[in-house]
C-alpha cells in the first residue's frame, strides 16, 4: 500500500475519532456528575441533526443562501436546541430517577433514546428515508499524489479540535468546570459548599448535548447524508468508547473514541476478510478489550463503599 | 412488594378464581376475534370495566388470594383456557400464529427472566440469542438430515454456547460495562448477520417444515372431521415449551438456587461474604436463560418458515426486556401478561403497528416512572403457610 492511500485512511480514521470523541465526551460528562449513562444521547444527536437540516431548510426558504451564515445558524440552533432538550431530560426523566437503580436509568433512556429515533421517523416529513444534507463548506481539495486533503475536512477537524479544547478549558479554568468537578467528585460536600446541584446536573447535561448536536452535524456536513437511525449506532460507539477510556474521565472518553475509529480503520483496510465486517471487528474488540481492562484503559479512580 | 395473602380461610370458596380464568379465556377469546378497530377498542373498554368491577367487588382480590394459596388452580386454569382458545379458532391461521408467537416469547423472556430478575445479569442482546437458536435451526433443517426434535435442542444450546464466550466479559465487568458487552454484542450479531453470505445476508433463509416423528407441522389435519389449522401443531408444541419452561422457573425460584440467586442479586459483597460463588451462579444463570432464549428461537424460526436480520435487531432486544419490566421483573405471571399484551397488541391494532416501538417505549418509561415494580410485582417468599413477612 503506498503511503498516500495510507495517509488517506489515516485521516477517514481521524475524522470518525473525532466524531466518537465528542459523543464519547458527553456520556463521560454525564456519568461524572450523575452516575448514570444517558443511553438517549446518540438519539439526542440524530434529533440535534435534523434540527440542523430543518434550520437549513428555512434558511433557503427565506432566501439565506451565503453558506458561512447558514453553517453558523446550522450549528446554532442545532446546539441550542439540543442543550434544551438535554437539561429537560436531565430534569424531568434523569434526575427523578436518582435513588432508583442504575438500571432503571438506564432503561428509561434507552427507550427514552427509542422514542426520540422514532419520532424523527414517523413525524419528520418522510423521515423513514435518508436525507441528503447540504454540502455547506468549500469542497475544494489539496491534492498530494494519491492523497487528496479536503478543505471541508480540515475544516470540520480543526473544528472539533476546538471543541475539545474549548471542554477541556471549560472544565480545568472556569467556575462552572470547577463546580462541575466538585459535583463529580462528592456531590453532598459541593452542596455544603454551596453549589446548586440541580444547576451544575442541568448545564452538563446541556453542554453535553450540544456537543453531541455538534457532532452530529459534523456528521452531515462530512458524509452529506441523515437518516433517523444514525444516532443508535454513533450513540453505541460513543459509549462503547467512553467505557473502553473509563466512564468520568474526559480524556479517556477522547482516547476511546480515536481508537474506536482507529479499530474500524483497521478492521476495513488490514485484515484479509470483508471490509463489510469492520464493525463485527470492532465491536469484538471492544468486548476483549473489556474483559481485559473491565473499568476502561483509564480506570475509574473512585472505589466501592460498602 | 407486597406480603403475600397466604392463608385461605373455610368461608372461602374456589368460584373466584374459576370465574377469573374463564371470564381471562372469554376476554382473549372475543379480543382475538374482533376485527375492526372500533370492535377492539370497545373489548379492551369492557374487558376494563370488569377488571374494575371485579376488583371493586372483591372477586379479584379472593381470586388472588386462592392462586396464591394454590398455584396449581392458576397454572392448569391457564393451560385449559389456552386449549379452549385452541379450540375456538382451530382452523384461523392468524389468531393461532399470534398465540404460537406469544407462547414462544414466553419462554424466551422467562429466560430472560432467570438472568435478569433471579441472578441480575445484564443481557440485552435477547433477540441475538434468540437468533442464533433460529439460524442454527435453519442451517441445521437445510443442510444435515439430524431429527428435528433435536435441532431444536441445539439451537438452544448454540445460544448457550455463543453465550460462553459472553461469560468471562459479562462477570468480569460490573453494572454499564456489562451493559456494554451485551449490547456490543447485539450489533455484532445483527452486523454480522447482514454481510455474512452463507447465511442469507439481509435476505435472511427459507426454512422447510417441522417433522416430528414423520408428522408434517406444516399441513393442514382433521381430527374427526373437524378441520384443524397447521397452527394448532406450533401452539401446542409451543404450549407444552412455554409449559415446562414455566414449572421449570417456578421451580428454580423456589429451590435453593432461586434463593442463591436473589441474595446474588441483590447484595453480591454480602451474598460472597455467605460463601455464594458469584461467578459460577451468574455464568449458570446466563447460559440457562439463553439456552431457553435459543430454543425458543428455533421453534420461532422452524414457525415461520423465514428468517432474517430484520427480525432479530436491538430494538427486539429491548422489547423482550421491556417485557420483563412491564410484567414486574422475576414474575414469571407478569411475563405471560406483558407477553401478551406486547405482541398482541399492535398486530390487533393495525393502526398503531407502525407506531409500535414508540408506544412500548413510551409504556416503559411511564412504569419506570410511576409503578417501578411493574403490571405483576413480584411477591416476597413465603416460608411457611399462613407467614406473612410484615404483619397488618
Request: proline share 4%.
Amino acid at each position: 500500500m503506498d503511503a498516500g492511500l495510507l495517509a488517506q485512511f489515516v485521516a477517514n480514521g481521524l475524522m470518525l475519532g473525532m466524531m466518537y470523541a465528542l459523543v464519547a465526551v458527553g456520556f463521560t460528562l454525564f456519568f461524572g456528575v450523575l452516575d448514570v449513562i444517558k443511553f438517549s444521547h446518540g438519539d439526542v444527536l440524530t434529533v440535534g441533526t435534523f434540527a440542523g437540516f430543518s434550520t437549513f431548510l428555512g434558511l433557503k426558504a427565506i432566501g439565506v443562501a451565503n453558506p458561512w451564515v447558514q453553517v453558523a445558524a446550522v450549528m446554532l440552533i442545532a446546539c441550542g436546541a439540543m442543550a434544551i432538550l438535554g437539561a429537560l431530560i436531565a430534569r424531568y426523566l434523569v434526575m427523578p430517577l436518582k435513588g432508583a437503580p442504575a438500571l432503571n436509568v438506564l432503561l428509561i433512556t434507552l427507550m427514552l433514546g427509542t422514542v426520540l429515533r422514532e419520532s424523527v421517523r414517523l413525524f419528520f416529513p418522510d423521515g423513514a428515508n435518508p436525507k441528503p444534507f447540504p454540502k455547506l463548506l468549500p469542497t475544494d481539495a489539496l491534492a498530494l499524489g494519491s492523497f487528496t486533503l479536503r478543505l471541508d475536512s480540515a475544516i470540520l477537524f480543526v473544528a472539533g479540535l476546538a471543541v475539545i479544547v474549548a471542554i477541556h478549558l471549560l472544565i480545568n479554568r472556569t467556575k462552572l468546570g470547577l463546580a462541575i468537578r466538585a459535583v463529580a467528585q462528592d456531590e453532598e460536600t459541593a452542596k455544603i459548599m454551596g453549589i446548586n446541584f440541580t444547576l451544575i446536573v442541568l448545564a452538563t447535561f446541556a453542554l453535553g448535548s450540544a456537543v453531541a448536536a455538534f457532532a452530529g452535524v459534523m456528521n452531515g456536513l462530512y458524509y452529506n447524508e441523515i437518516n433517523f437511525g444514525m444516532g443508535l449506532l454513533l450513540g453505541v460507539i460513543g459509549f462503547s468508547a467512553a467505557i473502553i477510556g473509563g466512564l468520568g474521565n474526559i480524556y479517556g472518553a477522547i482516547l476511546g473514541g480515536f481508537l474506536f475509529a482507529a479499530l474500524q480503520t483497521v478492521g476495513a483496510v488490514a485484515l484479509p476478510f470483508a471490509s463489510a465486517y469492520k464493525d463485527v471487528f470492532a465491536f469484538a474488540v471492544v468486548i476483549v478489550l473489556m474483559t481485559i481492562w473491565p473499568t476502561g484503559l483509564i480506570a475509574e479512580k473512585t472505589s466501592e463503599r460498602v | 412488594m407486597a406480603p403475600v395473602p397466604s392463608s385461605i380461610s373455610p368461608s372461602d370458596t374456589a368460584w373466584p378464581a374459576f370465574v377469573a380464568i374463564a371470564a381471562a379465556t372469554l376476554f382473549t377469546v372475543v379480543f382475538m376475534w374482533a376485527e375492526t378497530e372500533a370492535h377492539v377498542f370497545a373489548v379492551i373498554a369492557a374487558g376494563a370495566a370488569c377488571a374494575w368491577a371485579a376488583r371493586r367487588f372483591g372477586v379479584y382480590a379472593r381470586a388472588a388470594r386462592i392462586f396464591a394459596a394454590r398455584e396449581q388452580v392458576l397454572d392448569w386454569g391457564a393451560i385449559a383456557g389456552m386449549l379452549m382458545l385452541l379450540a375456538a379458532f382451530h382452523e384461523e391461521h392468524f389468531p393461532l400464529l399470534m398465540t404460537a408467537t406469544v407462547l414462544l416469547y414466553i419462554v424466551a423472556c422467562l429466560g430472560l427472566n432467570i438472568q435478569f430478575g433471579y441472578a441480575g445479569v445484564l443481557n440485552f442482546a435477547a433477540a441475538a440469542f434468540f437468533g442464533v437458536g433460529g439460524y442454527t435451526a435453519a442451517v441445521l433443517v437445510r443442510h444435515t438430515a439430524i431429527p428435528h426434535p433435536i435441532v431444536l435442542l441445539i439451537g438452544g444450546a448454540m445460544a448457550a454456547l455463543i453465550g460462553l464466550f459472553l461469560v468471562l466479559p459479562v462477570l468480569r465487568t460490573r453494572g454499564h460495562y456489562s451493559a456494554v458487552i451485551t449490547i456490543a454484542f447485539a450489533i455484532l450479531f445483527r452486523t454480522f448477520l447482514e454481510v455474512n453470505d452463507t447465511l442469507g445476508g439481509p435476505q435472511g433463509l427459507k426454512l422447510p417444515a417441522l417433522q416430528v416423528f414423520g408428522w408434517n407441522f406444516n399441513r393442514n389435519f382433521e381430527i374427526a372431521g373437524i378441520g384443524l389449522s397447521f397452527y394448532v401443531n406450533y401452539v401446542l408444541l409451543a404450549l407444552a415449551l412455554a409449559a415446562v419452561a414455566f414449572a421449570l422457573t417456578r421451580r428454580l425460584e423456589r429451590s435453593w438456587i432461586g434463593l442463591t440467586l436473589d441474595a446474588v442479586r441483590l447484595d453480591e459483597t454480602a451474598a460472597a461474604c455467605f460463601g455464594v460463588h458469584l461467578a459460577r451462579w451468574k455464568a449458570l444463570s446466563f447460559t440457562f436463560g439463553n439456552f431457553m432464549i435459543g430454543v425458543a428461537g428455533a421453534v420461532y424460526a422452524l414457525m415461520l418458515g423465514f428468517i432474517a436480520p430484520s427480525n432479530f435487531t436491538f430494538g427486539d432486544s429491548l422489547i423482550m426486556v421491556s417485557i420483563i419490566l412491564l410484567g414486574g421483573i422475576g414474575n414469571p405471571w407478569g411475563v405471560v401478561l406483558a407477553s401478551a399484551i406486547v405482541v398482541v397488541l399492535p398486530e390487533k391494532l393495525q393502526l398503531i403497528q407502525e407506531y409500535r416501538f414508540i408506544l412500548y417505549a413510551t409504556m416503559v418509561i411511564l412504569v419506570l416512572l410511576f409503578r417501578p415494580e411493574g403490571l405483576l410485582p413480584r411477591r416476597l417468599r413465603v416460608y411457611f403457610p399462613g407467614w406473612s413477612p410484615s404483619p397488618k
